[in-house]
């Protein structure tokens, strides 16, 4: 588009052609600069709305993980110095993961006290969706071009980090929403099934409550042979309960002030 508008001006009369390509220039020029910060503010200004950390030290110990490194070869320790600044602690009962449920699972969490996912906490809740890689050579945190595919890209590493750190705090009843419209809700492959999961520890965690979150057309119950295998994977000692909650029924016991979360299902 704005390539055409410079072309059609140029036919018209060359000597004004100038005048818009400085323009464009110096819009293009400000729009380049702005994106490579976006990040990094995007960043700080999700961080400061936790109070009592420095936010700048929190992003320049971030960056070290993965800056001037392959963006393939990004272990989950990189970030291990992040964990030691940022502690991350959920009261005992209140730990909740998902897998394939995340809106729902938000939308309940930040209307109720009572469960907290990862992304509740500072680490979490800064890079909940962002995307970011280094490349070698360069100081740089990019925000394009950054590989998904390879398993220790900085993203995945992050989230198997975080995830791990936040299942091996869980104590009491430990919670999991689980998607009842997959034929297979317990998917051993997925982060909760392959990291988190052996992260419980019996007596420290008590039981492992699943709710299926249902809807009209969901094609699994708490019967299904991947749930069985859940609760074979538990490690010793923990107990473990299923129910089959609606999406409506989640929905209406958020947005329910009076209700108790004990009641939710
Ligand atoms: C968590 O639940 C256990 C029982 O499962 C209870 O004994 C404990 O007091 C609870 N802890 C908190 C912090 O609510
Ligand atoms: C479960 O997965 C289906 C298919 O991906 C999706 O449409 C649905 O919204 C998910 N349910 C929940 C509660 O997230
Ligand atoms: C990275 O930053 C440091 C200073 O912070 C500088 O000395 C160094 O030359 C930079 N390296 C690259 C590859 O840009
Ligand atoms: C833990 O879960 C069990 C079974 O769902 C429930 O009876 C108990 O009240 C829960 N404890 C807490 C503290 O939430
Ligand atoms: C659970 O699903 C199976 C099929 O997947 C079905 O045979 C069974 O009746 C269902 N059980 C309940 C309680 O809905
Ligand atoms: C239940 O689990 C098994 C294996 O874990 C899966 O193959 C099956 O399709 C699942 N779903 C239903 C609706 O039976």
Redesign the pocket.
Known sequence: MASEKVRGSEKRRSSITAVPVLIISIILGVTLIWNKDEFKQTFIQRCQKFSGYNCQTIWDVFQQAFVNRDPCEVLPEAYDPLFVLVPLKAPCNTTVFWSETKAVVHDFTEKKDCFKTVEDFLLGSVLDDLVWCGKKGSNETFTTDCPEQCQKNPVRSFWKRVSVAFGGTACGNVTVMLNGSL????NEASMFGSDVLKTFTSPKVKQLNVVLVTQENS???CT??????LKMKLNKGIGYRCSEVSQSKIEWCASAPEKPCSLCW
């Not at 299904?224 to 295998?229: P, V």
Request: hydrophobic letters at 25%; charged letters at 10%; a negative charge.
């Open positions: 034929p297979t809700p317990f094609v699994t119950n299904n042979e991947s749930l069985g295998n």
